[in-house]
């Protein structure tokens, strides 16, 4: 089932003209991988799925709902979870602050207890770390963190800007990792956003290559991986 849809989207940041009839889509708990390097535009389609950024032209659906006449701070209630590039938690406050206002559109209480709870569950980490202030977490654990708080208004898809940036290679792969499996475990489609092509492409169903605005290449994400002018273009192999 098609979850989010984008089609035919262009947009510029005044007169800059960055993208240019985007259309690509997810669908229901699947993992999709944008690519592309420095400056492609790969930013700015986040913005725009999280109504930061306007656009000049297409039209974007989550579950056949118009998303462009959602506002911004209302896209959470309709499943829309978006982890921005440099993570966006909050470095001041304790890990488990930072997982209360990821629930801030749950109505109940109860409710966010129990999500805080399973976030817990699923990492561990988290738990024994809860009162430690989020700015002190490695790079990893705070990532971890976004993700998890990212979880906590139970989204239908989350769409990630770069989670390995800044990352230690190992630690990378740990994140991807997690990926995959909050994806599997909670049925919960990602959108991701990488320069990292292998690592991304490796944990996804289908991928989509942005360059200079333009959707140049798409399909299954192994087609991808295999193909030899993105492998010379992107990693000089
Ligand atoms: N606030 C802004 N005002 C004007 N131009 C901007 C703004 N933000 C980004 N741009 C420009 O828009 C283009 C696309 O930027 P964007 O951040 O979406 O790229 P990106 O693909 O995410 O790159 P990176 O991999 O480096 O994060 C770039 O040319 C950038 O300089
Ligand atoms: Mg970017």
Do not use: W
Not at 119 to 132: C, D, S
């Amino acid at each position: 089932m098609r979850l989010l849809e984008i089609s035919g989207v262009s947009a510029a940041y005044g007169d800059l003209k960055v993208l240019h009839d985007v259309s690509l889509h997810v669908d229901e708990g699947e993992i999709v991988s944008l690519v592309g390097s420095n400056g492609a535009g790969k930013t700015m389609l986040l913005r725009i799925i999280s109504g930061l950024v306007p656009v000049t032209e297409g039209q974007i659906t989550l579950g056949g709902k118009n998303l462009l006449k959602v506002r911004p701070y209302e896209r959470v209630s309709v499943g829309l979870s978006h982890i921005p590039q440099g993570r966006g938690t909050l470095a001041k406050l304790t890990v488990k602050e930072n997982l209360i206002l990821g629930a801030y559109s749950l109505k109940s209480s109860q409710q966010r207890e129990e999500n805080i709870e399973r976030a817990y569950g699923m990492f561990p980490k988290l738990r024994e770390r809860k009162n430690q202030i989020a700015g002190s977490l490695s790079g990893g654990e705070q990532q971890m963190l976004a993700i998890a708080r990212a979880l906590m208004c139970d989204p239908k898809i989350i769409a990630m800007d770069e989670p390995s940036l800044g990352l230690a290679p190992i630690v990378v792969e740990n994140v991807f990792e997690i990926i995959q499996r909050v994806s599997s475990e909670r049925k919960i489609a990602i959108l991701i956003v990488e320069q990292n092509l292998v690592q991304s492409l490796s944990i996804a169903h289908r991928g989509y290559v942005l360059e200079n605005g333009r959707i140049v290449r798409e399909g299954e994400a192994k087609a991808l991986l295999e193909d030899k002018d993105i492998r010379s273009a992107y990693l000089g192999i």
